[in-house]
């Protein structure tokens, strides 16, 4: 049973440039959420999704950044005309009912030139 | 949002001793997790928790619910140097959908 899967694992964009984070839930898993790293801090939540549908996603900024989980395929974190500040760790967690534990896979360590 | 307070901020031990570190929050929650991480990857989960006084062992690893449902706490005996690494502890409150995580507890282990 493969874990959450994550790709990229590393990701450089240039100023101004888009990037997609992909994220592949758990086997049965219909929940993802998103989460942000900084150096030496602890994770911020940014979105929660089901299939189809975002469920809450108050810890997105709002501008430039979005998130989907289409009914096939992996979800996706997008963010366009990257800026050096969003350059951090981001982690896709899954979980297989609200609320429930989630587990989370290997990151996407994006860093903006 | 929920503030979660984890300490100590990060620990130096000794090979071989136990280690006790705690969360707490102003908040009541009906679920707390422990992860580690390791540089350059994701957070592992360790133990999950689901009833205020729940004691769950995970090999060397104990963690508790406390009873007041605002606090929980982890042990790790006899530590080893794969210890090392960076614990987060996570909560759950009744409403909502996130899970709050605390600003973690670094973990360095002296051979």
């Known amino acids: 049973n493969a874990g959450v899967m994550q790709n990229p694992r590393h990701l450089v964009r240039r100023r101004g440039q888009e990037a997609r984070l992909r994220c592949s839930p758990m086997?049965?898993?219909?929940?993802v959420y998103w989460y942000r790293q900084l150096p030496e801090e602890g994770l911020k939540f940014m979105v929660y999704?089901?299939?189809?549908?975002?469920?809450?996603e108050s810890g997105m900024p709002k501008e430039r950044f979005s998130a989907e989980f289409p009914k096939e395929g992996p979800s996706i974190l997008r963010i366009q005309q990257v800026v050096r500040g969003d350059s951090a760790a981001y982690f896709c967690?899954?979980?297989?009912?609200?609320?429930?534990?989630?587990?989370f896979g290997p990151g996407t360590r994006l860093l903006v030139l | 949002g929920q503030q979660l307070n984890q300490s100590p901020q990060s620990m130096f031990i000794q090979e071989g001793e136990d280690v006790s570190m705690n969360c707490t929050s102003s908040?009541?929650?009906?679920?707390w997790l422990w992860y580690k991480q390791d540089p350059g990857e994701g957070p592992v989960l360790l133990i999950a928790?689901?009833?205020?006084?729940e004691l769950t062992s995970n090999g060397r690893l104990t963690a508790q619910f406390g009873i007041t449902r605002k606090d929980s706490f982890l042990n790790i005996s006899a530590s080893i140097p794969s210890d090392v690494g960076i614990y987060f502890c996570?909560?759950?409150?009744?409403?909502?959908?996130?899970?709050?995580f605390g600003t973690g507890t670094s973990l360095t282990v002296i051979p």
């Open positions: 086997k049965g898993h219909s929940h």
């Open positions: 999704l089901q299939k189809e549908n975002i469920i809450d």
């Open positions: 967690a899954s979980s297989p009912h609200a609320g429930e534990t989630q587990y």
């Open positions: 908040s009541i929650f009906n679920t």
């Open positions: 928790l689901y009833k205020a006084g």
């Open positions: 996570a909560g759950h409150l009744n409403t909502g959908n996130q899970f709050y």
